[in-house]
């Protein structure tokens, strides 16, 4: 018998680093934007940016009272009693946009205003009568409520959703769709953001063909396509940091540092594809240990093993894989919510839901696995949530099937199918 060294085949080797402690290390790495590296954006070019400072409402919402919906302005004074009905004079109307600025009449005479949807309540006047609930006369000039109506009912009062100086929305949210309609709805038209953060990245590999070159082309034997810089590129893009493709590097030593040299010079985070390994063709990890510092490359996961984590000058790098899927599962994991804390945001990571796990998982204990799978509603509404199949971390095709990680903590073993399991949708924050 050969004694064997530990490898990627064994579940569990010494030195192993458990996911939470690997998160964790990086988190009390990350250097955090400082006050400086702020700038402000029309609201128009601030979707998907980092709000750097709390922002407080100049005004209230809504600025005026007005009528929630079509119908009738009364005095709450005039809602007659129990059984009763009432004849009121219509003095006007009032629209939106186009307050009534007529006589209401005395307290003696009951008057009421024809109000539209989001029309200014007319001074005195505190209650709305939907349209539906009075009697018309036919000549329009009166109408007839009854007891049912609610005093104060369906009037919006000034600032009941906003108050002046209230704070609508802090350091470090995500701006999206609803906070910048929430800052138009304040007449807020420029915001103050974090810059964008700079982020490198290369693939490498002797066998990588790139497709700027060798698209459409049959390759040589033991040649691929590199697929890698396509799906980092995409996942960058989304988080709407400044990427700088540094293209295919080959596994030698120098072309390996010189792309490091020139990732650092500008960038405040480096992510790089392949050659993390022990092999005797991985440069990676070698060269970031002679140049810089590297913190560790062994995960207890799968997939996603190899993982480098380190620094270089000022810049944070992270080594992930060479699998196309373990790529994309160490960057949701580890690199996302490092771009995501380091661009200033508090909310760094998608939630995970539990789910009912309709397929048998296999698994080893001692190691979390992440699992491609299919989330949805059975016919009784629960989450459920499917495998996609053969899990190799090569197969992208089982990424594509996808629309979630079914994440199996270390300490389990196998699923059945009926067990509760934790799924992280790739829908969710950005
Ligand atoms: P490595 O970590 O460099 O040993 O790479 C592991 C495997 O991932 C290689 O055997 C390749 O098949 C694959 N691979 C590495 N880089 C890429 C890439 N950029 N695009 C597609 N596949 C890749
Ligand atoms: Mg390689």
Known sequence: MIEKAASCEDVTEPGLMPVESALARIRSLLPQPD???????????ALGRILSRDLTSPIDVPGYTNSAMDGYAIRAADIPDDGQTLSLQV???????????????????????RIMTGAMM??????????????MAPDGATIKIDSTVKSGSHVRHAGEDIKQGETVLSAGEHLGPAQLGQLASLGIN???????????????GDELRSLEEYAGQALAPGELFDSNRYTLRAMLERLGVEIFDLGVVADNPDDTRDA?????????????SGGVSAGQADYVTRTIHEIGEVGFWKIAMRPGRPLAFGTLGNSVFFGLPGNPVAVMVAFYEFVQPAILSMSGATKTQVD?????????LRK????????????????????VVESTGKQGA??????VMANCLIILPPEVDSVVPGQRVMVRPFFGMV
């Not at 003095?91 to 205003?113: K, L, M």
């Not at 001074?123 to 009075?134: A, G, K, N, P, Y």
């Open 190 to 204: 420029r915001v103050p953001v974090y810059q964008r953060l700079k982020v490198a990245f290369f693939t490498t």
């Open 394 to 399: 090569g197969r992208l095709t089982s990424m």
């Open 91 to 113: 003095a006007g109307t009032a629209w939106a946009g186009r307050p009534f600025n007529g006589d209401i009449g005395s307290v003696d005479s009951p008057t009421a205003v």
């Open 364 to 383: 080893s204990a001692g190691r979390t696995e992440y699992q491609r799978g299919v989330l949805s509603l059975d016919a009784e509404g629960n989450s």
């Open 35 to 45: 006050d400086t590296a702020i700038e402000e954006v029309p609201l128009d070019k």
């Open 352 to 360: 995970v839901v539990s789910a009912i796990c309709q397929s048998a």
């Open 122 to 135: 007319p001074h005195t006047l505190d209650t709305v009568v939907i349209q539906e609930h009075v009697e």
């Open 260 to 272: 490091f040299m020139r990732a650092a010079e500008t960038a405040d985070l480096i992510v790089t």
